[in-house]
T-cell receptor, first 119, second 116 residues
Framework: AQTVTQSQPEMSVQEAETVTLSCTYD???????LFWYKQPPSRQMILVIRQEAYKQQNATENRFSVNFQKAAKSFSLKISDSQLGDTAMYFC????????????????FGQGTILTVHP | GAVVSQHPSRVICKSGTSVKIECRSL??????MFWYRQFPKKSLMLMAT?????????EQGVEKDKFLINHASLTLSTLTVTSAHPEDSSFYIC????????????FGPGTRLTVL
């Protein structure tokens, strides 16, 4: 079974600075998706970014980017120009992608990292 | 993205009563729905996966007779907590996924259950 580990329970950063959240995972599969989700105080889960394992290029979404190291099974999230609204709990997650190209199965979440952005 | 709603957002009930939580996909057909439980500052714990028209698949350790899940249509799934006890108090989140090659999973806003 796959596991996802986030080793940073809490992080803090000053507004406008950059912060990196760590995630490692363990799987014997070769085809999968990796995700970062954000859960703000409202507790609504929001997809921040996703990465297909077969793509070498790191995914980016505006101020959010990932450093995907497949061999090392590492998937970190970098938040640039941090904003107060980035304060939230962040979850790294994994999901299988079958040979037919269809994503299936359940999401496996890491333990989460609470990020606080200070003014 | 697509919208998933949950109702109610908060519910308080007495110990021993049953509570039903609804999860609806508002603008897409959800072939698969998931129910999660979350404790404060903790990760989401998957309780069960349901496919429309089929019985739910429960995760190990989740009592299927206590947490009844029904996925009767492509837009509605319900979670019924039967004979609720204070230890069932938690935040319950549903998630819905459409068909297709990528089939992103969308999350509802959650339901806070308090059992007195």
């Amino acid at each position: 079974a796959q596991t996802v580990t986030q080793s940073q329970p809490e992080m803090s950063v000053q507004e406008a600075e950059t912060v990196t959240l760590s995630c490692t995972y363990d799987t014997s599969e070769n085809n999968y998706y990796l995700f970062w989700y954000k859960q703000p105080p409202s507790r609504q889960m929001i997809l921040v970014i996703r990465q297909e394992a077969y793509k070498q290029q790191n995914a980016t979404e505006n101020r959010f980017s990932v450093n995907f190291q497949k061999a090392a099974k590492s998937f970190s999230l970098k938040i640039s120009d941090s904003q107060l609204g980035d304060t939230a709990m962040y979850f790294c997650a994994f999901r299988f992608l079958n040979a037919g190209g269809t994503s299936y199965g359940k999401l496996t979440f890491g333990q989460g990292t609470i990020l606080t952005v200070h003014p | 993205g697509a919208v998933v709603s949950q109702h109610p957002s908060r519910v308080i009930c007495k110990s021993g009563t049953s509570v039903k939580i609804e999860c609806r996909s508002l603008d897409f057909q959800a072939t698969t729905m998931f129910w999660y439980r979350q404790f404060p500052k903790k990760s989401l714990m998957l309780m069960a996966t349901s496919n429309e028209g089929s019985k739910a698949t429960y995760e190990q350790g989740v009592e299927k007779d206590k947490f009844l899940i029904n996925h009767a249509s492509l837009t509605l799934s319900t979670l019924t907590v039967t004979s609720a006890h204070p230890e069932d108090s938690s935040f319950y989140i549903c998630s819905a996924r459409a068909g297709g090659s990528y089939n992103e999973q969308f999350f509802g806003p959650g339901t806070r259950l308090t059992v007195l």
